[in-house]
Nanobody
């Protein structure tokens, strides 16, 4: 089983930048697809961005495209980042990292059920 640990959350002002990290660890674990979801108070958890290890293709929700960038640190993408620029009040949420050992197709990245493991979340608060 894999453990996912997120870090990098905090309180920032609108227009600022923040970078989140997620590290996956576990014996013989190899992440093939990893992603970020977020959940704002009173709302459902939503897909933010995903990365596929086999070809390093990335996928984004429309609300963050052009502002957020997901990247992986190594070939196995066991360490990923979410660079968040031009943050808005509506980006305030708990951000969760998720991973699966399967290579997902593009349309599957936004489905929570595709992921085997989830992190505990890191709070991002953007003040307006």
């Amino acid at each position: 089983q894999v453990q996912l640990v997120e870090s990098g959350g905090g309180l920032v002002q609108a227009g600022d930048s923040l970078r989140l990290s997620c590290a996956a660890s576990g014996r013989a674990w190899r992440s093939s697809s990893m992603c970020w979801f977020r959940q704002a108070p009173g709302k459902e958890r939503e897909f933010v961005a995903g990365i596929r290890g086999s070809d390093r293709n990335t996928f984004y929700a429309g609300s963050v495209k052009g502002r957020f960038t997901i990247s992986g640190d190594n070939a196995n993408i066991n360490l990923i980042y979410l660079q968040m620029n031009s943050l808005r009040f509506e980006d305030t949420a708990i951000y969760y990292c998720a991973a699966t050992s399967r290579t997902l197709i593009a349309s599957s990245f936004s489905r929570m059920a595709e992921y085997d493991s989830w992190g505990q979340g890191t709070q991002v608060t953007v003040s307006s």
